[in-house]
Structure formats: structure tokens, C-alpha cells
């Protein structure tokens, strides 16, 4: 399992960028961003990581719907789809 994402475009260096983060970003990085602007659930499905984001304010354990939903075989590559999502949100994109 791949520990750290290393942006490989000039979009995905401009999304971290944007987050204050550098070229490449561990998971608990990932997270921690996450995080601070979500409520996230992370789980597995057979060979593929799950990320599910949920409103800020809405506890994610009351069986309510959410917002966004990812996956990926790579749990680091997950959680950067789920980081660019929060970022086109923010930035109206």
C-alpha cells in the first residue's frame, strides 16, 4: 500500500497547493485536511478503499446520506479524489 501521494499533473500540485500542502502528502495528511472541512467514513469493499464525506455537522453514524462518495484499489488515491472534490466545492469549480 502506497503511503503518500505525489501529485503527478500541474492540477493535482495545484489542489495541494491550495491546501497548503506540498508535491507529495502522507495519509494521515490527507486526512487531517479532510477532516477539518467533512465528517468522513473510510471502509473497504473487496480490493477497493471506500471514502464517503458527510456534511461537518452531521454525525455520520445517524444513518444520514452522503455528499460524496469515492473509491479507488489504492486508499491514498481515495483520499486525494475525496481532497479535490472538497476543493471544486470551495473553489465553485
Not at 500500500?1 to 501529485?7: C, G, I
Not at 490527507?30 to 456534511?55: K, M, N, P, S
Request: hydrophobic fraction near 40%; proline fraction near 1%.
Amino acid at each position: 500500500m502506497k503511503q503518500a501521494f505525489t501529485a503527478r499533473t500541474t492540477g493535482e500540485q495545484g489542489v495541494l497547493e491550495w491546501f497548503g500542502l506540498g508535491e507529495t502528502v502522507a495519509i494521515g495528511q490527507l486526512i487531517e485536511v479532510i477532516r477539518a472541512h467533512h465528517q468522513l467514513d473510510i471502509y473497504t469493499v473487496g480490493e477497493h478503499w471506500c471514502v464517503q464525506l458527510f456534511d461537518p455537522n452531521v454525525d455520520a453514524n445517524d444513518g444520514v446520506s452522503c455528499i460524496s462518495e469515492g473509491s479507488s484499489t489504492e486508499l491514498v488515491n481515495a483520499l486525494y479524489d475525496a481532497l479535490e472534490w472538497i476543493y471544486d466545492c470551495l473553489t465553485d469549480k
